[in-house]
């Protein structure tokens, strides 16, 4: 992907998703006719969006080594290639990997969620660089992160790049979608959260579930931040957990979140195929490299 293609996927995040962002200036009025063709042209970029991305997918490891999953449509956003042996954010590649893990593991000083310096220093260049791009062609900093990751990647690698992109990124972090395919091939984007880089406190009286799965290859550790409320136990398999989230939904019917928190030993794969699994339970999903959780 050239450097066009970059200001090009750039320049379509012009609509901050930010819910408390609002504008009071009034759109002028469309001349007659032009709804339909502004619709038109609107699919044809989007398309155009998703083409661009499957091609670079594809020439960096192939869209078929994605983890399969449900999710949302794609938008646009700084694009992040995560294979075996490279980072990429666009076509510039930020890190080298060995078996998926960075080759400098060196963690930088300022990431407050531990993540290697390349990475940070990596992320921290890009968002300087879409700055200088949303200036020159008057387009925002992207306001989202597509993460495009091998399925056999580490998942503690897939962490470090989004803890690293939030972190670097000014104002505020980015929202964050990892790039799946659903069971019929096609290209969605799963939306994912993190906890904060220094863990979190919750508030008296929240009344938070903080439902939390520690993720091991095959095995899964699912707990509260409040063990009166969910009793620490162990599962063993998809089905039972899937199983699990159900019993734990009928009994905590307004929760929507749960905390993914996968060990050393689980990649890409196995920490989506848990998503997937509890996804219809709880659709709020939540990354963490194990940062602290506590009840007042």
């Known amino acids: 992907m050239r450097a066009r293609a970059r200001v090009w996927l750039a320049s379509l995040a012009?609509?901050?998703?930010?819910?408390?962002?609002?504008?009071?200036?009034?759109?002028?009025?469309?001349?007659?006719?032009?709804?339909?063709?502004?619709?038109?042209?609107?699919?044809?970029?989007?398309?155009?969006?998703?083409?661009?991305?499957?091609?670079?997918?594809?020439?960096?490891?192939?869209?078929e080594h994605l983890p399969v999953a449900s999710g949302?449509?794609?938008?646009?956003?700084?694009?992040?290639?995560?294979?075996?042996?490279?980072?990429?954010?666009f076509d510039r590649t930020i890190a080298a990997l060995e078996q998926g893990k960075p080759v400098d593991p060196t963690i930088a000083a300022e990431c407050a969620s531990g993540c290697p310096a390349v990475l940070y220093d990596g992320f921290g260049r890009g968002w300087l660089e879409a700055a200088v791009e949303s200036t020159s062609f008057a387009v925002e900093i992207p306001a989202r992160v597509l993460l495009a990751a091998h399925g056999d990647v580490p998942a503690a690698t897939l962490l470090a790049v989004a803890y690293a992109a939030a972190e670097t990124r000014p104002v505020r972090p980015p929202q964050l979608a990892l790039l799946?395919?659903?069971?019929?091939?096609?290209?969605?984007?799963?939306?994912?959260?993190l906890v904060p880089p220094r863990g979190l406190v919750l508030r008296q009286g929240s009344a938070a579930l903080a439902l939390t799965i520690r993720v091991s290859p095959g095995l899964y550790q699912v707990s509260s931040a409040d063990s009166r409320t969910i009793a620490?136990?162990?599962?063993?398999?998809?089905?039972?957990?899937?199983?699990?989230?159900?019993e734990l939904k009928k009994r905590h019917p307004?929760?929507?979140?749960?905390?993914?928190?996968?060990?050393?030993?689980t990649t890409v794969r196995e920490l989506v195929d848990v998503a997937a699994a509890v996804q219809e339970s709880f659709p709020r999903l939540v990354l963490s490299v194990g940062q602290e959780l506590a009840a007042p």
Not at 49 to 60: F, P, S
Not at 232 to 246: D, E, F, I, T, Y
Not at 254 to 265: F, M, N, Q, R, Y
């Open 72 to 89: 949302g449509g794609v938008e646009p956003g700084m694009l992040v290639t995560i294979t075996p042996t490279f980072v990429q954010i």
């Open 180 to 193: 799946v395919n659903n069971t019929r091939g096609s290209l969605r984007a799963l939306e994912l959260f």
């Open 254 to 265: 307004s929760k929507e979140t749960v905390i993914l928190v996968p060990d050393g030993a």
């Open 232 to 246: 620490s136990q162990q599962v063993k398999g998809l089905g039972p957990l899937r199983a699990l989230a159900r």
């Open 14 to 63: 012009i609509a901050a998703p930010w819910p408390w962002v609002s504008s009071s200036a009034a759109a002028p009025a469309a001349p007659a006719g032009a709804e339909a063709t502004d619709d038109r042209a609107g699919f044809e970029r989007l398309q155009g969006l998703t083409t661009v991305i499957v091609n670079h997918v594809n020439d960096a490891m192939g869209t």
